[in-house]
């Protein structure tokens, strides 16, 4: 899954998010494409650019070695034990007692596992949907599922709902419950880095709302960042949650 997807030369040329490749963040690599737009080469932007762009991306870079290795040498019963406790904070927040249509997903490598929010979701008659390998561009699709046996898995190995499961157009998302590598208190968030989520959640209704589930581990004073980032609204660990951008959650008429 760590194996790095390379595009011919055509797909290079369809230029950022409209090639049909891998999903970095599943598999932690970076495409050229991405590459190229963060430093401004398609723009024939100037060399001060590009050095600001490529010291933002050796910071990612070794806070995304610093965090991973973190990750990893938490055991698997310490993750799901402090996961249960990620997850009832979460359930206790008003972005899940308000949110219709929730938008999850599978856990891998130490990520806060997600199975209580989805049983609870589905038993208060929620929508929950999950995201696909499958994607063209940046904006991922998602599918729903009515029980954890929905879930199978995708060409990565990662557990995605089947080809049967009805698509959830991305506007109709209120919550985006989010995984990622490091958090700060503020709301930043440093994923795997390919983008896929930042331009996912960019391109969802302005109402949605971003919740980020994270270890205590994987909170930090501060991340580099660039316009391509997105902020979460809330962070939510095992020992407190942190109200990122704060927006309030959203509201539906009875």
Known sequence: MDAMCKPSPSREREAYGIASLAPTFLTGSMDAAHTALTRGTFFGEGEGQNDMADEVDSEKANLREELTAKRRAMTPDVIDSRGLKVQSRFLATPYYSKARILALYAPIRGEVPTSDILNAALADGKTVCYPLSHVRGRILAF???RSEGDLEPGRLGVREPTSAAELVP???IDVFVVPGLGFTRSGKRLGRGGGYYDFTLKAGPENSRRVALAFSEQMVD???????????????TELESFKGLAREPLHHDA
Do not use: G, H, Q
């Open 143 to 145: 599918r729903s599922i």
């Open 170 to 172: 991305i506007e109709n």
């Open 222 to 236: 501060d991340l580099p960042a660039t316009e391509n980032d997105v902020d979460m609204d809330l962070v939510v």
